[in-house]
């Protein structure tokens, strides 16, 4: 059975965040990242925004509703031409829950790849020729609705239990690598008895529960639609077998040998959730580093010789 966040009623420490779910403010730059907003907000969103903020109230319930799939619903974008190697010398297979995955090499020790919100597997190509280098056999993982795979709606939970479907069709883990929103699946997979050895999380929000409530507050959703909100979040997570727990908790029950890099110039994820992650994982330790920000931090080479050298 896998983890999920807390989605339960919101705590004293979220009262001011509901409380400006109703006014105008600019949108979280983590939510940004999660969730493939621009720094300049399409008009289309500003409409969402305007229509939450008046329909909510009259109808809390609807706009709840309508909010949770936009919450869930990726959109796609073609990888970049530095990514094209890593399709170019792997091979695609599908898992039964109809994600891509990407494979290459052949070595005894398998690393998985995990991508974040609206990204693809082929963003960590700068990491496959060092890992092959150390005979590691790779498989990067297109997460549902995104990449190469099918679905139209995802959530950490669903790369999480892609993660275990992954396993299942390679066999146990030696590592597994994640970025941004797949940080915090890693955890959730490893939380619910992925075997792995060793995890490395870059980028990742120290809490997915955060995460949801910065969403209803970029989008304008009144004290009530954002109740209503968390609520179905919370019952769909549920309903799905997954524990009522956010990332932090699940962290105190890890065991597994980890790494967590985190930017210190990172605008989208700040790098006060790497050190709250790394203090809370037993055993976890922190790699800062500056200057790579949020995605360019997958091609730095110091990074990457960091990570391969952990994994080894």
Do not use: C, K
Request: glycine share 8%.
């Amino acid at each position: 059975m896998l983890s999920a966040p807390q989605f339960g009623n919101p705590h004293a420490d979220d009262a001011t965040a509901l409380a400006s779910a109703s006014r105008p403010v600019e949108m979280p730059l983590a939510w940004r990242a999660f969730f493939g907003v621009p720094d300049s907000m399409p008009a289309s969103l500003r409409i969402i925004q305007r229509a939450n903020r008046t329909l909510g109230r009259v109808a809390p319930r609807t706009v709840a509703r309508l909010n949770q799939r936009l919450f869930a619903s990726p959109r796609r974008f073609a990888p970049r031409e530095w990514e094209l190697a890593f399709e170019s010398i792997g091979t695609r297979s599908r898992l039964p829950n109809g994600a891509s995955v990407l494979t290459v090499g052949a070595g005894a020790r398998t690393v998985a790849l995990i991508h974040g919100w609206e990204g693809r597997a082929t963003q960590f190509a700068a990491f496959v020729p060092p890992l092959l280098a150390h005979g590691f056999r790779v498989i990067g993982i297109d997460g549902p609705a995104h990449g190469h795979s099918r679905g139209a709606q995802a959530d950490p939970y669903r790369f999480a239990e892609t993660l275990h479907e992954a396993s299942a069709r390679f066999g146990p883990l030696h590592g597994v690598i994640g970025h941004s929103m797949g940080g915090g699946s890693a955890v959730i997979a490893l939380a619910a008895g992925l075997d792995a050895a060793r995890a490395v999380i870059i980028a990742s929000p120290a809490s997915l529960h955060e995460v949801l409530h910065r969403f209803a507050t970029a989008m304008h959703l009144p004290p009530g639609a954002t109740t209503h909100f968390v609520e179905r979040m919370r019952a769909q997570v549920l309903a799905r077998g997954h524990r009522d727990v956010d990332v932090l908790a699940l962290l105190r029950e890890l065991r597994t040998s980890a790494l967590v890099v985190h930017a210190r110039d990172d605008r989208d994820v700040p790098f006060g959730d790497g050190q709250r992650i790394a203090e809370t994982w037993t055993g976890a330790r922190l790699l800062p580093v500056d200057g790579v920000g949020h995605r360019r931090i997958l091609r730095d080479p110091s990074v990457i010789e960091q990570v391969v050298a952990f994994l080894a």
